[in-house]
Nanobody
């Protein structure tokens, strides 16, 4: 079975940077999509970024474009979320998720289209 484990979340100051990691283990096919979602306390889960595993094309929600970058290592075992210029509105539990098919930007709006989820890692942004 496919498993995802996130790490890297921690408190940072506004304007700071953070890099999250999602380690993939188990069976995963080349046409899977990997995504990052976040959930602030009392708020709905929202898509942050997605990447198609085999070709590496990616999509971002508008509020993080130009600040966040989703990527994966050469072996496609780890997916990263590099976050720059963090803002208080970026807080929340960040989840890595896998979808058993390709993603488009629309999958940012459809967390229920993802099949496997990690446990989450907490990100807080405050001065």
């Amino acid at each position: 079975q496919l498993q995802l484990v996130e790490s890297g979340g921690e408190p940072v100051q506004p304007g700071g940077s953070l890099k999250l990691s999602c380690r993939i283990s188990g069976k995963i096919a080349n046409n899977y999509c990997l995504g990052w979602f976040r959930e602030a306390p009392g708020k709905e889960r929202e898509g942050v970024a997605v990447i198609n595993r085999n070709v590496g094309d990616s999509y971002y929600r508008d509020s993080v474009k130009g600040r966040f970058t989703i990527s994966q290592d050469a072996g496609k075992i780890t997916v990263y979320l590099q976050m720059l210029d963090l803002k208080p509105e970026d807080i929340g539990t960040y989840y890595c998720a896998a979808r058993r098919n390709y993603c488009s930007w629309q999958n940012l709006l459809a967390s229920d289209s993802f099949d496997v989820w990690g446990q989450g890692t907490e990100v807080s942004v405050s001065s």
